[in-house]
């Protein structure tokens, strides 16, 4: 069963940078690709930006990584299986709930339905 607990989010000014974080299981980076979603209140979930899985067998095609704006970059680390999504010159329309998801596949992936499991989710609000 994969696990993903996110933390990080907190109120911040317009201008601000953030880093969220997502504690993966053990094992998670090389079985499935990865992504980072949001949800504002009364808006369906939105993409934010995905990576592919550690040894994926398209490793040479296309970016590995593709995000919904270049504010945004997604940082793995292997050591402690942790994702991170830093944002950068945060604004209020960026104010949601920002989930990281995981999902079998060998690509970069922007759907929902193509993430099986989902975090909890850790709330952003962007003051002006």
């Known amino acids: 069963q994969v696990q993903l607990v996110e933390s990080g989010g907190r109120l911040v000014q317009a201008g601000d940078s953030l880093r969220l974080s997502c504690k993966v299981s053990?094992?998670?980076?090389?079985?499935?690709?990865m992504a980072w979603f949001r949800q504002a209140p009364g808006k369906a979930r939105e993409w934010v930006g995905a990576?592919?899985?550690?040894?994926?067998?398209?490793?040479?095609?296309?970016n590995s990584e593709r995000y919904a704006d270049s504010r945004f970059a997604i940082i793995r680390d292997t050591a402690t299986n942790t994702m991170y999504l830093q944002m950068n010159n945060l604004e209020p329309e960026d104010t949601a709930e920002y989930f990281c998801?995981?999902?079998?596949?060998?690509?970069?992936?922007?759907?929902?339905?193509?993430?099986?499991?989902w975090g909890q989710g850790t709330q952003v609000t962007v003051s002006s």
């Open positions: 998801a995981a999902g079998r596949g060998e690509g970069v992936y922007r759907m929902v339905h193509d993430y099986e499991y």
């Open positions: 053990e094992g998670t980076f090389n079985n499935y690709a």
């Open positions: 990576i592919r899985r550690i040894g994926s067998s398209w490793a040479h095609e296309g």
